[in-house]
């Protein structure tokens, strides 16, 4: 079994800063790449930012100059740090992993259980 446990999510103003973490335990073997994707009601989930196991980053436009994601493949989590928040950040943040477990062959997706983010105007 893998888990991904998030925190950090929470209610905060226009321009203001948060910080998501994703923690990932469990039966892993080794993490590929790690990202956040956001949910927004009515809308698809979208991908926020990604990061492989390299340095290797991508974010979706409207979060360059913004968000910056890292990881700590030590550890097994990776962090969402957000800045300049505007209220159409508002979503639920989830965590994903594409994760090679020791109970299984090849890599599967993972998600977290997901955070709210909240920015008010």
């Known amino acids: 079994q893998v888990q991904l446990v998030e925190s950090g999510g929470g209610l905060v103003q226009t321009g203001g800063s948060l910080r998501l973490s994703c923690a990932a335990s469990g039966s892993i073997s080794r993490i590929h790449s790690m990202g956040w994707y956001r949910q927004a009601p009515g809308k698809q989930r979208e991908l926020v930012a990604r990061?492989?196991?390299?340095?290797?980053?991508n974010y979706v436009d409207s979060v360059k100059g913004r968000f910056t994601i890292s990881r700590d493949n030590a550890k097994n989590t990776v962090d969402l740090q957000m800045n300049s928040l505007k209220p159409e950040d508002t979503s639920v943040y989830y965590c994903n992993a594409l994760i090679t477990s020791t109970l299984a062959m090849g890599a599967t997706q993972h998600w977290g259980q997901g955070t709210q983010v909240t920015v008010s105007s």
């Open positions: 990061i492989t196991s390299g340095v290797n980053t």
